[in-house]
């Protein structure tokens, strides 16, 4: 309450009455400024929190958007092929939904999902109509990550597996395997050990279900290597997709290798090329100076950094900086920090003040967990054919001609393309064949010679040895046929595969081809050699993988074996086969 003098209208006031007059004013105005500022910052934070709320909205919403795009998609024959595995809209709000599969649930590839796909997953990036304001920035976009099963569906029989299957070893000199539609040419080695030399190119996922991988000399995989064993990359090798070794480590030599994607090992990693994600290590982690790592490095044993990390670094031991050395995200470890003669808070304090760690220095730190090793690949086991007519029979082959073998076993030469020829009758025969017929030449020792045919149906060859100086295979009435060339396993009951005595081998000499309109299968449980610039068009199914000799092309094409678990044909992916959810959760990263 403010007291004042009575006085009579037109009185003046003495300058005692006017000082507190004045400050009464200003307390008054002061009063005033305060509930404004109050005011101003009640509707402030009114304002963000309704943004905030509203972006966060926005954003979710619109990456779910992009899950349901997604799942349309791949359920649309050939959809996600075309659009390159991204699913992504205009507008504002709007979403971005990339597309990732994988064979065994534990190392993904982004890519659509294959024929030997099991689960698949979509990633999916929601953005908000509007900007967030104050500190509701995070809130501008949300990221799903959603994961179903993947079964293959349609029609042709079982899934037709990689386009390459080898038992022991897979030795690739110089080839070039292209894929097929969306399915990946996957390479499988079940057994023994891979190795690719080049310039090789492979348009798929190579597995190794019990041995190691070495790429070297301008090897490029497409996806991922997966092996059970190390892996070792030299003189610019490629990976785009992940690099797995369950059960060893990970050693990238040059600094012209490169893998696109992340690096998980039981084991050490140690890299001097460039890795393009993380770093899971269940060991040591080495980057040589001049060498890179997009991604976070976690580890198990000791990490010495030498070059970029673009992420966080955490491990259980200890970590050893190097002048060189650069981490954009915070370093966490159980050890001892060292940075030259500097340890702990002294290198802590160097890191940071240099600017070669962005973030937070935590060192000495107890509960710092190591990372858990991913499981070996699961291939198929090696599949034991015998033959018999009656399976090729009830596959539609009504005919079964045996081979001469009498008159000769090598075709292609004066005996076979003279009419005075003993062989020739028979040539003439197979190149005639107008419905679908299996050759019996098992009793030739070997089938070989320069074998040329134009085919105007499907022709299955069985044979204990094929050693041919040349083959082409051609369509003699402009429609797509098949063509199988096998050798029975010697004992189909002892597991693995079985060389028939002084045989068991498919052998192409010199150039040969396979045109686009003829499918071709190998199946020999010996070896597998394909020479001298041959291009084939199917797939290859063998105990081995052997030979060289200018670039190999083989076009996969799956066509499996009729009346085996390897399929009776391909499977064309129908609607349906994204099979129930498996898993989904918001994410901080999109995978990328």
């Known amino acids: 309450m403010l007291l004042r003098k009575n006085v009579y209208a037109g009185a003046s006031l003495d300058n005692r009455e006017k000082g507190s007059a004045l400050l009464v004013v200003v307390g008054v105005m002061a009063l005033g400024l305060l509930i404004s500022v109050l ?6 934070a009114t304002f963000t929190y309704t943004s905030t709320t509203k972006a966060g909205i926005q954003a979710q919403t619109a990456a779910e958007s992009g899950v349901a795009a997604a799942l349309v998609g791949l359920n649309t024959v050939g959809d996600c092929a075309a659009k390159g595995g991204v699913y992504a809209s205009s507008g504002n709000p709007n979403f971005r939904a990339t597309i990732w599969r994988s ?16 689960q698949v997953r979509i990633i999916s990036t929601g953005y908000a109509q509007g900007v967030a304001v104050g500190a509701a920035n995070s809130q501008n976009q949300r990221i799903v990550e959603s994961t179903y099963s993947f079964g293959t569906g349609g029609s042709g029989g ?38 690719c030399t080049g310039p090789t190119l492979i348009q798929g996922t190579v597995l190794v279900g019990q041995g190691s991988a070495n790429l070297t000399n301008n090897c490029t995989i497409y996806n991922s290597v997966l092996a059970s064993g190390s892996i070792v990359m030299t003189s610019n090798s490629q990976i785009h997709g ?83 050395g650069s981490v954009g995200g915070s370093i966490t470890i159980g050890g001892t920090l060292t940075y030259g003669k500097l340890t702990n808070s002294a290198a802590a ?53 045996l081979w001469p073998s009498a008159l000769g076993c090598r075709i292609g030469d004066a005996s076979s393309t003279t009419p005075s020829g003993v062989l020739y009758p028979w040539y003439q025969q197979l190149k005639n064949l107008s419905a679908p017929t299996v050759v019996d030449a098992r009793g030739c020792a070997s089938v070989s010679g320069n074998i040329a045919l134009s085919l105007k149906t499907d022709v299955a060859f069985i044979g204990t040895n094929f050693d041919f100086d040349s083959i082409n295979l051609t369509s003699g009435d402009g429609q797509g046929h098949k063509i199988w060339f096998i050798v029975p396993d010697a004992q ?35 070896s597998i050699a394909i020479n001298n610039g041959t291009t084939w068009t199917g797939q290859l199914y063998s105990g081995d993988m052997v030979g060289g000799g200018g670039t190999r092309v083989l076009n996969y094409v799956p066509l499996g074996v009729p009346g085996t678990s390897i399929g009776g044909g391909p499977i064309t992916p129908t609607l ?10 918001n994410r901080s990263d999109n995978g990328e």
């Open 158 to 195: 079982n899934s037709p597996g990689a386009a390459m299957y080898v038992y022991a070893a897979g030795n690739l000199d110089t080839y070039q395997i292209n894929s097929s539609g969306v399915i990946a040419s996957d390479i499988a080695v079940t057994t023994g050990n891979f190795s």
């Open 349 to 401: 304090a160097a890191l940071t003040s240099q600017g070669k760690v962005v973030g937070a220095i935590l060192f000495g730190q107890t509960g710092v967990s190591a990372p858990v090793a991913k499981p070996a690949p699961l291939l198929p086991p090696w599949v034991d054919i015998s033959y018999n007519y009656s399976t090729w029979q009830a596959n539609g082959f009504a005919t079964q001609l």
């Open 492 to 526: 189909p009951t002892v597991a693995g595969p079985q060389c028939t005595k002084h045989g068991g081998n498919f052998v192409v000499n010199t150039t040969s081809s396979v045109s686009s309109t003829i499918d071709a299968f190998v199946y020999a449980p010996c």
């Open 39 to 44: 005011l101003a910052s009640s509707l402030t």
């Open 576 to 585: 349906g086969q994204v099979g129930g959810l498996l898993f989904e959760r």
């Open 242 to 324: 992940d690099a797995t070794s369950s059960g060893a480590g990970v050693s990238i030599a040059n600094v012209t290798d490169t893998i696109g994607g992340n690096v998980y090992a039981n084991g050490a990693v140690s890299t001097n090329g460039s890795i393009v994600g993380n770093v899971e290590a269940v060991g040591s982690v080495t980057l040589v100076q001049g060498s890179s790592v997009g991604g976070n490095i976690k580890a198990g044993g000791v990490v010495s950094i030498s070059s970029s990390v673009g992420g966080s670094v955490t491990t259980p031991g200890n970590l050893t900086f190097n002048a060189t």
């Open 103 to 118: 064979l065994d649930g534990a190392t993904w590839v982004k890519a659509c999902p294959d024929l030997v796909s099991t």
